[in-house]
């Protein structure tokens, strides 16, 4: 008697449970960096970057203002993702979307409280699953509590 094959058994659903996995270790490794250059290493060198609905004019532009701000980083609170969604598009991109809070404090003692919203377009370059397109918006004043 021949079995019906469940879609959770198909190698295609193993290949796709594995790109969601990594895309969302590679989400994690973003969002934990402590460093710009840990923060920067999550990109391919041309990503296009807009956060709070502005659009960097080059990702040069983006890594500018990424090392000045991790230059005033003290510590992070609060690394944490509360939602992930990850829309596969093929063996080698996927959309991830997500909510997120975010907490830190700078060297002058000043903490802030992040929580927003993400989408990144994440592409798999030598083996490697790197941000090519990135959004984030945040909730004005938001509280992390």
């Known amino acids: 008697m021949e079995?019906?094959?469940?879609?959770?058994?198909?190698?295609?659903?193993a290949q796709c449970?594995?790109?969601?996995?990594?895309?969302?270790?590679?989400a994690w490794q973003h969002l934990k960096s402590k460093d710009a250059a840990a923060?920067?290493?999550c990109y391919v060198?041309?990503?296009?970057?807009a956060s709070n609905g502005s659009l960097y004019g080059s990702f040069e532009q983006f890594a500018e203002d990424t090392?000045?701000?991790?230059?005033t980083l003290s510590r992070i609170?609060?690394?944490?993702?509360?939602?992930?969604?990850?829309q596969i598009?093929?063996?080698?991109?996927?959309?991830?979307?997500a909510t997120f809070r975010?907490?830190?404090?700078?060297?002058a003692g000043v903490r802030m409280d992040l929580k927003g919203v993400w989408t990144a377009v994440h592409v798999r370059r030598d083996g490697q699953w790197k941000i090519c397109a990135r959004h984030e918006s945040f909730e004005p004043e938001a509280s992390c509590q």
């Not at 449970?17 to 590679?26: D, F, G, L, M, T």
């Not at 609170?77 to 990850?86: G, S």
């Open 102 to 107: 975010w907490s830190s404090t700078d060297t």
């Open 67 to 71: 090392r000045a701000f991790y230059d």
């Open 89 to 97: 598009l093929s063996n080698d991109a996927a959309v991830l979307t």
């Open 17 to 26: 449970a594995a790109i969601e996995e990594a895309v969302k270790q590679a």
């Open 3 to 13: 079995r019906e094959l469940q879609i959770s058994e198909t190698p295609m659903a």
């Open 45 to 49: 060198a041309d990503a296009i970057v």
């Open 77 to 86: 609170e609060l690394a944490v993702w509360d939602e992930m969604h990850v």
């Open 39 to 41: 923060a920067l290493g």
